[in-house]
């Protein structure tokens, strides 16, 4: 029984605590039904467990200190010893440019965490819930997706992809402008029978994670993916399949859309 191929780096970087927040929420979420994954990760802490065993570090033999020393200056050995807290006494083969390089590593990963942005989702939800109370649903209001896309040049810097999904059973119902996390995003509006769902589109933060995310606040569900540089937040009260086949058929007919220019 074998990881899923698409999985695996993500399992790797769960186990080294590289992932935020929504990859940690897709990964959880797939492995509680992927046993094959689950083995993976398995054995994947195992190989961690063992290779922290310091019986496994290699002693070189005193004949390679012998040679070493009888080809460095003399004196070269009697200076005095780095501090054992430093990274090059307790790895003296790193190179400054690596030490370097792990200790920017070390920052990233101490600042990843700050970088999630909390209350997104409970933000998200109040944007769909105020387009259905102060009945501000829609700026432009066309099944036409050829007059929704064009409505948004000149109102916002990136380009958002509108599909048809009727055939689907996800009509389109228009488009408007709204404010999630400080910047104006796009927000492309469909129906499922007599259901709202409210697809918020902006610019990929840095460092989004890739990994799709699908959760649940109050009575609502949320499906986000990445995209061509762009992360979209698809929410509604539906269920969640539902709202995954709905991802499904915007992403299906945005890569034929792609391809056909």
């Known amino acids: 029984m074998t990881a899923c191929q698409n999985r695996e780096m993500a399992l790797h970087a769960l186990v080294d605590g590289e992932l935020d927040s929504l990859g940690c929420v897709a990964i959880e979420k797939h492995l509680r039904g992927c046993a094959g994954c689950r083995a993976a990760l398995e054995q994947i802490e195992a190989t961690r467990a063992l290779l922290a065993q310091t019986n496994l570090q290699y002693q070189a033999p005193e004949s390679l200190r012998t040679a070493i020393s ?37 920052a990233l990963l101490l600042v990843l965490p700050q970088l999630t942005e909390g209350g997104l989702e409970q933000e998200l939800v109040g944007a769909q819930v105020r387009s259905l109370q102060v009945n501000h649903l829609t700026d432009v209001v066309t099944s036409d997706r050829h007059v929704v896309k064009p409505w948004f040049n000149g109102r916002i810097d990136f380009s958002p992809p509108v599909v048809d999904l009727v055939q689907q059973g996800f009509p389109l119902v228009g488009g408007r402008l709204d404010y999630i996390a400080g910047h104006d995003v796009a927000a492309i509006v469909y129906r499922r029978r007599l259901h709202t769902i409210n697809l918020f589109v902006r610019p990929a933060p840095t460092l989004a994670s890739p990994a799709p995310a699908t959760m649940r606040f109050q009575s609502y569900r949320l499906v986000r993916w990445t995209s061509g540089g762009l992360e979209f937040w698809a929410v509604s009260d539906i269920d969640e399949t539902e709202l995954g086949q709905f991802r499904d058929n915007f992403i299906a007919a945005t890569n034929k859309s792609s391809a056909r220019q």
């Open 70 to 106: 009888a080809m460095l200056p003399a004196g070269a050995l009697s200076q005095p010893a780095a501090p054992k807290a430093s990274a090059r006494s307790s790895a003296p083969w790193l190179g400054g440019g690596l030490v370097g390089a792990l200790a920017a590593s070390l």
